[in-house]
């Protein structure tokens, strides 16, 4: 394990669903991240809080809701998917921007939208 | 932020021999850090290289940066069926968040 965790591992749902994406670090980061990484395309960054404070927000769909609600814990909420957003979701988290010791990502969450 | 690019998008070689991969960048950078990510999981912090510094070790890793050249490599020496999974640069140059390239497909056949 590498410190971040992500619950559930795998996820199917349908486009009229409500679920949570759930990422836990217990590494005592003051970063967290959430990235896409759709079938043969680069990983894409999503969002990323310092401090609990939402510092970046890639130009993702409002059907993508973050929630960090401390420096430990981050959401993803994720309402009327559509097919296409079926992806690898991965969590990661930094300390100082990374720049000692890099970045901890976590195993990812797969998302089915049927 | 900038996103490194990695070369050779592929690369497949038999299980003991090295395998070597690239990365270019555009503008100055602080450090720059190499990660693994086996398919599906997530990815793997491997080595971190500054940049005042031109070549670092870690195991059968050695990365080397060229900071006048803009670019940085990595080496596998002696590779393994277990290192098949993609591998990816990360230039930081100051900015907190990760800018990914499409990174290399290594595959280690046995």
């Known amino acids: 394990e590498t410190g971040v965790t992500q619950t559930p591992r795998h996820l199917v749902m349908g486009m009229t669903n409500k679920k949570s994406l759930k990422c836990e670090q217990h590494l005592g980061h003051n970063a967290m991240y959430w990235y896409k990484q759709s079938a043969k395309k680069p990983l894409e960054l999503m969002f990323v809080y310092n401090f609990k404070e939402q510092t970046e927000n890639n130009s993702v769909p409002s059907r993508f809701s973050p929630e960090c609600p401390n420096s430990s814990h981050l959401f993803l909420h994720l309402h009327t998917l559509q097919p296409e957003d079926s992806a690898l979701y991965l969590c990661?988290?930094?300390?100082?921007?990374?720049?000692?010791?890099?970045?901890?990502f976590g195993s990812g969450t797969r998302l089915t939208v049927v | 932020s900038q996103q490194g690019e990695e070369d050779p998008q592929a690369l497949s070689i038999q299980e003991g021999e090295n395998a070597t991969m690239n990365c270019s960048y555009k503008t100055s950078i602080n450090n720059l850090q190499w990660y693994r990510q086996n398919s599906g999981r997530g990815l793997v912090h491997l080595i971190l290289?500054?940049?005042?510094?031109r070549e670092k070790h870690s195991g059968r890793l050695r990365v080397t940066l060229d900071t006048s050249k803009k670019s940085s490599s990595l080496l596998i020496t002696a590779s393994r069926a277990a290192d098949t999974a993609s591998y990816f640069c990360e230039p930081q140059g100051g900015s907190e968040k990760l800018v990914f390239g499409k990174g290399t497909k290594l595959t280690v056949n046995p």
């Open positions: 290289i500054r940049s005042n510094e």
């Open positions: 990661a988290s930094s300390q100082d921007g990374g720049r000692g010791y890099g970045y901890t």
